[in-house]
Structure formats: structure tokens, C-alpha cells
């Protein structure tokens, strides 16, 4: 059964970097797409984005300019960074497999506080 | 931006009572592609409904989705006291390509 672990540091200063791994296990990355998405303390979820086995990737417009999402197929893992941070990007961030149009399965999240 | 709006925000009901979610899309959803999610406190997202009405693996058939175009069901017959979480609809295209609703919360 395919599982999803997602790790990188919980803290990150004002206007500095947020970066964010998620290895796969129980299966290959090469194949489907491979999201993140975050959720706000108390809040509902966003999609931040998504990239394809071959490298393609795809970002929510209000995140594009900040956000670069990788693919490590070798060690079977992908990562997110969200540049020049603020306090609203403090969030739990889950990583998830895209497939069929859905988000399946989950990583169990990574709490990613912005603060100096 | 296909923007997803959930009622109610709250509902509260008892075990063994039948629950009915709302997700209205502001635009026609393609295909059908909407999803329903469950996610307990400090737990991830686990995907319930795909294509609007087929549940995923291991899902029991006490959950069923329904609807098309702008307008979606999230029906829980028989509520178990495990089903109390919050709920979130999903929608597949456009931009951004992925959208949520803001929630349901189901509690007792």
C-alpha cells in the first residue's frame, strides 16, 4: 500500500524559505502527479500544486510566483519551495498523490510555522 | 476560479441519523469531477467519493455521493459516532486546478 512521508524544518523565518520533501513508498513516483496542498490552522485546505512524473508541473495562480515543486525520481521523493514567507503561510503542509482527479493517498502533514 | 460553497457550515445530528451535505459549484463542474473528503482533528484528508458518486476502496456504502454540474450530495446514512468530522467537496479543472469548499462539520 502506498504511503506518503513528508519531513523538512517546521520553522522559517519572515521573508526567507519553506522547504518541504515527501518520499513515496509502496510504489514508484513514475507515474501520476504528485501534489502539495496546505492548510492554515482552523482553516479549509488550498492547493498549492502539482508536478508529473516527466518533471511537468502546475501552480495555483495565487501561489505561482513563490512556489517551486521538484521531482526526485532516483530516491523517489518530491519537494516544495515557497519563497519570501509571511505569517500566512503558516500551515500544515500535505503532500498527496493526484490521480483520476482526485488526491489519494495523503502524507499525515507537516506543521510549517512562519516566525523570526 | 470555480469557487465550491458547502452548507451547512455546521450540522448536528445524532448516531444513527441520516446526514445531507451540500457542495454548489459557482460553474459547471467537468466530467463530475467532484471528490468528498473526511478529516478528523490532527488527521489528513481521506478521500470518500471520486466522479461525484463512486466511493473509493474500503469505504463503507453508507456513504453516497450524488449530483451534476453545479450542485453535489454528500449523503451518511445510519451515522456511526466514527463519521463526526469535518467534510470537504473537491473539484477537478480549471484554474486553479484543484479547488476545495470551505467545510462541513458534522458533529453530535
Known amino acids: 500500500q502506498m504511503q506518503l512521508q513528508g519531513s523538512g524544518p517546521r520553522l522559517a523565518k519572515p521573508s526567507g524559505t519553506l522547504s518541504l520533501t515527501c518520499a513515496v513508498s509502496?510504489?514508484?513516483?513514475?507515474?501520476?502527479?504528485w501534489t502539495w496542498v496546505r492548510q492554515p490552522p482552523g482553516k479549509g485546505l488550498e492547493w498549492i500544486g502539482e508536478?508529473?512524473?516527466?518533471?511537468?508541473?502546475n501552480y495555483n495562480p495565487s501561489l505561482e510566483s513563490r512556489v517551486t515543486i521538484s521531482i526526485d525520481r532516483p530516491n523517489n521523493q518530491f519537494s516544495l519551495k515557497l519563497n519570501s514567507v509571511t505569517a500566512a503561510d503558516t500551515a500544515v503542509y500535505y503532500c498527496?498523490?493526484?490521480?483520476?482527479?482526485?488526491?489519494?493517498?495523503w502524507g499525515q502533514g507537516t506543521l510549517a510555522t512562519v516566525s523570526s | 476560479e470555480i469557487v465550491l460553497t458547502q452548507s451547512p457550515g455546521t450540522l448536528s445530528l445524532s448516531p444513527g441519523e441520516r446526514a445531507t451535505l451540500s457542495c454548489r459549484a459557482s460553474q459547471s463542474v467537468s466530467n463530475n469531477y467532484l471528490a468528498w473528503y473526511q478529516q478528523k482533528p490532527g488527521q489528513a484528508p481521506r478521500l470518500l467519493i471520486y466522479g461525484a458518486s463512486s466511493r473509493a476502496t474500503g469505504i463503507p456504502d453508507r456513504f453516497s455521493g450524488s449530483g451534476s454540474g453545479t450542485d453535489f450530495t454528500l449523503t451518511i446514512n445510519r451515522l456511526e459516532p466514527e463519521d463526526f468530522a469535518v467534510y470537504y467537496c473537491q473539484q477537478f479543472g480549471g484554474s486553479p486546478k484543484y479547488t476545495f469548499g470551505q467545510g462541513t462539520k458534522l458533529e453530535i
Open positions: 509502496g510504489g514508484s513516483i513514475s507515474s501520476d502527479w
Open positions: 498527496a498523490r493526484a490521480s483520476n482527479k482526485v488526491l489519494d493517498p
Open positions: 508536478i508529473s512524473d516527466s518533471g511537468k508541473s
